[in-house]
């Protein structure tokens, strides 16, 4: 699966997660980005991805993401 398809099925987890936030979903988003985006979202968000995609992360590798688009490559790997 491509990196753009993950993309596009983590955004319902974002706008679900994150209803405040109305602005585009990239790879580049982060949680500087989005006001709602704290650990405790930070945790949800990943608990959600490896519900959506079937997959679990490491504490490492959870720890190593940056943005969307890191987590979107990390799952990309994983079920690749």
Not at 13 to 21: H, Q
Not at 31 to 53: G, H, P, T
Not at 55 to 76: H, I, M, P, Q
């Amino acid at each position: 699966m491509m990196i753009e398809n993950i993309l596009a099925r983590l955004e319902p987890i974002i706008r679900d997660l994150f209803d405040e936030y109305d602005g585009p979903i990239t790879g580049k988003l982060s949680a500087k980005d989005v006001e709602q985006w704290d650990s405790l979202a930070n945790v949800q968000l990943i608990v959600m991805a490896e519900k959506a995609f079937g997959v679990r992360f490491t504490a490492g590798e959870v720890d190593g993401l940056k943005n969307l688009g890191d987590l979107a490559a990390c799952v990309c790997a994983k079920i690749s």
